[in-house]
T-cell receptor, first 114, second 112 residues
Framework: NAGVTQTPKFQVLKTGQSMTLQCAQDMNHEYMSWYRQDPGMGLRLIHYSVGAGITDQGEVPNGYNVSRSTTEDFPLRLLSAAPSQTSVYFC?????????????FGQGTRLTVV | SQQGEEDPQALSIQEGENATMNCSYKTSINNLQWYRQNSGRGLVHLILIRSNEREKHSGRLRVTLDTSKKSSSLLITASRAADTASYFCATGLRSNDYKLSFGAGTTVTVRA
């Protein structure tokens, strides 16, 4: 099992460019989420999905789109990148378990918008 | 807004000493989890404690939960250099505990 795989690991974008951050999991997990991590802020939830075809907004969704056409994949799209989106992005997946859902994280994508 | 807040923000200890960090949260939870993040890496799950549990152990880790005070603590005993990392608490809300809410983390440095 590869777990949660994110690509790319690093990316530099110019303001206004668009790109898609890829996330794939091979654990057949129902839940997938995207977080961004900024210095001193911890992780903040951007978007999440509770299954194929179902997505919803998290705490900081503006400027990002997601879709979930399969159980395995949950891409995050930046339509028009802004310097404020410079951050480290983490994808996570989890499954419903009695008593709580442990999340598995990818290695992150470090994005710089110039 | 973030649900959890860790204290202290940073901690420096000698190898072999114990490290204690605390987490406070705001609303009712289903469970509380602790994660570790090594520099430049993703988060790794350490331990989960349910809202009806008061204490849990896993190897050198001990977690306590006080729901009346809305707080938790993580104790790492006999610390090693490899324990140098950032530690985050994350709360799963009663309504939808797959939406984890993270604190800003405690950075632990273990000196050899």
């Amino acid at each position: 099992n590869a777990g949660v795989t994110q690509t790319p690991k690093f990316q530099v974008l110019k303001t206004g460019q668009s790109m898609t951050l890829q996330c794939a999991q091979d654990m057949n997990h129902e839940y997938m989420s995207w977080y961004r991590q900024d210095p001193g802020m911890g992780l903040r939830l951007i978007h999440y999905s509770v299954g194929a075809g179902i997505t919803d907004q998290g705490e900081v969704p503006n400027g990002y789109n997601v879709s979930r056409s399969t159980t395995e994949d949950f891409p995050l799209r930046l339509l028009s990148a802004a310097p404020s989106q410079t951050s480290v992005y983490f994808c996570a997946s989890s499954n419903d378990r009695q008593g709580g859902t442990e999340a598995f994280f990818g290695q992150g994508t470090r994005l710089t918008v110039v | 807004s973030q649900q959890g807040e860790e204290d202290p923000q940073a901690l420096s200890i000698q190898e072999g000493e114990n490290a204690t960090m605390n987490c406070s949260y705001k609303t009712s939870i289903n469970n509380l989890q602790w994660y570790r993040q090594n520099s430049g890496r993703g988060l790794v799950h350490l331990i989960l404690i349910r809202s009806n549990e008061r204490e849990k152990h896993s190897g050198r880790l001990r977690v306590t939960l006080d729901t009346s005070k809305k707080s938790s603590s993580l104790l790492i005993t006999a610390s090693r250099a490899a324990d140098t990392a950032s530690y985050f608490c994350a709360t799963g809300l009663r309504s939808n505990d797959y939406k984890l809410s993270f604190g800003a983390g405690t950075t632990v440095t273990v000196r050899a």
